[in-house]
């Protein structure tokens, strides 16, 4: 079956950054977009950034500038560097599929990334 295992959250410092994976086992990883997701401390998970096949990448607002989504194909793993973090990226994040159907299943337990001074 597919799985998702997110790995490289911490806690750091407001300005620090983060290199956060994703591998993917179970599942035929290149021909599919990717995505990284964010849930804060009592909101709705939240789609911050794709990555299609071809290497075309989108980021929500709030992280343009800040984040970069990247993959690789052959390892099977999205990564999502962070820099100048703020304490509004704390929550915890996930990698999923944003077009695949069926993708609800697929949620892993996610990475904590908490920014605090």
């Known amino acids: 079956q597919v799985q998702l295992v997110e790995s490289g959250g911490g806690l750091v410092q407001p300005g620090g950054s983060l290199r956060l994976s994703c591998a993917v086992s179970g599942s035929v990883f290149s021909i599919y977009t990717m995505g990284w997701y964010r849930q804060a401390p009592g909101k709705q998970r939240e789609l911050v950034a794709t990555i299609t096949t071809s290497g075309r990448t989108n980021y929500e607002d709030s992280v343009k500038g800040r984040f970069t989504i990247s993959r690789d194909n052959a390892k099977k793993t999205v990564y999502l560097q962070m820099a100048s973090l703020k304490p509004e990226d704390t929550g915890v994040y996930f990698c999923?599929?944003?077009?695949?159907?069926?993708?609800?299943?697929?949620w892993g337990q996610g990475t904590q990334v908490t920014v605090s001074s």
């Open positions: 999923n599929y944003p077009t695949r159907l069926g993708a609800d299943e697929y």
